[in-house]
Nanobody, 125 residues
Framework: QVQLVESGGGSVQAGGSVRLSCEAP????????MAWFRQAPGKEREGVAA????????SYADSVKGRFTISQDNAKSTIYLQMNRLKPEDTAIYYC??????????????????WGQGTQVTVSS
């Protein structure tokens, strides 16, 4: 059983910043695609940002480009999502996801096998 350990999240005012963390098992971290997804009430889960930990390539949803940054810390087998200039529409449960065997960073939920428990991010206006 692969366990992804998420941390971060919380409540913030519009314009503020939040950083999420997701630690993966070391044995799978280095050659994995890892990503952040989010799901707001009544909406489908959407990909926010992804990274291929083996090479560092990244991808972002258009709605977060220029505001969110995904990064990695190989020593900690951890990825981060730095979220700046947050908007009320960023309010959602954020999920970390991972999958092994790819050399790119997809943003489709079906392309990920392992999921974290989710962490709430609430942005007030």
């Amino acid at each position: 059983q692969v366990q992804l350990v998420e941390s971060g999240g919380g409540s913030v005012q519009a314009g503020g910043s939040v950083r999420l963390s997701c630690e993966a098992p070391n044995y799978m971290y280095r050659t994995s695609s890892m990503a952040w997804f989010r799901q707001a009430p009544g909406k489908e889960r959407e990909g926010v940002a992804a990274i291929y930990t083996g090479g560092g390539s990244t991808s972002y949803a258009d709605s977060v480009k220029g505001r969110f940054t995904i990064s990695q810390d190989n020593a900690k087998s951890t990825i981060y999502l730095q979220m700046n200039r947050l908007k009320p529409e960023d309010t959602a449960i954020y999920y970390c996801a991972a999958d092994a065997g790819r050399v790119f960073a997809p943003l489709k939920a079906y392309q990920y096998t392992y999921w974290g428990q989710g962490t709430q991010v609430t942005v007030s206006s």
